[in-house]
């Protein structure tokens, strides 16, 4: 998840059957692990200390653990547990990086749904990192979640915010031209229910939180042939991938479509391709 998408998390109102609902690749995702980890290092470094000693955790759509695991190093007696929809990513947060912390603490990882999970249990922190863009009604969450957490308790995220730029615009394009629209239509325009910064201070405010919210453009140099091909592959070209499925033929039309799109809007340099990224972020403490 991380995600930028990077989770799997439910798109729309489709369920997890769905042939539209993406099927993740971590190894893919995980290509990018520097670029995608920098906006929740910055995340980390503003949320306040905690509440409670040993903290209680939550990470909402964990991917495949590796951020997760970041949250041990900022709090390494806590219980952190990491949610996700993705069996392939569950196999592999699971693999690298279940079990006890050197801090005395425990992470693990479990099965769920975040358009739909509600506290079970009292957290200190709620965190999630790039995967909220992919669960429409996330806003409508805030207050059960916000309910969920001690006095004093924190829920954090960031999201991409860069749904209109032409990364994500050709692709919508494209979904949307004769060839392809009847098979794909829609799948590249799936992000309109992002909410600027201002909206979501608004929503946080009215309940009753003390809040921080802030955006960052990011300026990435991005490396290879194609690099950001290479880079939604692993994130919003997911959904697209999962409905071509074994129709390579089609899967490599279409890729070869978007790739020469891609390469007029992004220009190859000297020494790489430029990739800016615009990440939307907020942090919103409960009154202790």
Not at 98 to 110: K, Q, S
Not at 188 to 208: D, N, V
Request: net charge negative; aromatic share 10%; charged share 20%.
């Amino acid at each position: 998840m991380h995600s930028d998408i990077a989770r799997a998390v439910r798109p729309h109102s489709m369920d997890g059957s769905s042939p539209s609902a993406p099927v993740w690749d971590p190894h893919q995702y995980l290509r990018h692990a520097g670029h995608r980890t920098r906006p929740f290092l910055d995340l980390l470094t503003r949320i306040s200390e905690l509440p409670t000693r040993p903290a209680r955790i939550a990470d909402l759509g964990c991917g495949p653990g590796n951020v997760t695991a970041l949250l041990a190093d900022r709090w390494p007696e806590a219980h952190i547990t990491g949610f996700d929809l993705s069996p392939e990513m569950l196999r592999l947060a699971d693999a690298e990086h279940a079990g006890p912390t050197p801090g005395g603490g425990h992470l693990d990882f479990r099965h769920g749904d975040i358009a739909e999970w509600m506290p079970e249990e009292t957290y200190d922190l709620i965190v999630s990192n790039a995967a909220l863009q992919w669960v429409p009604s996330h806003p409508g969450s805030f207050a059960s979640w916000i309910n969920g957490l001690r006095p004093g308790g924190t829920f954090a995220f960031q999201i991409p915010g860069n749904f209109t730029a032409p990364s994500h615009r050709l692709l919508a394009e494209l979904c949307d031209t004769p060839r392809w629209r009847e098979r794909l239509g829609g799948h590249g325009a799936r992000y309109i229910h992002i909410l600027e910064p201002a909206e979501y201070l608004a929503r946080f405010t009215e309940l009753g939180c003390a809040v921080d919210v802030w955006e960052t453009t990011y300026y990435q140099m991005l490396q290879g042939p194609d690099p950001v091909l290479d880079w939604v592959k692993g994130t919003a070209l997911r959904p697209v991938l999962t409905v071509l499925g074994d129709d390579r033929d089609s899967a490599d039309r279409f890729l070869a479509e978007y790739r020469e799109a891609l390469r007029l809007a992004y220009p190859g340099g000297p020494r790489g391709t430029v990739f800016p990224f615009r990440r939307i972020f907020a942090i919103a403490r409960k009154e202790a």
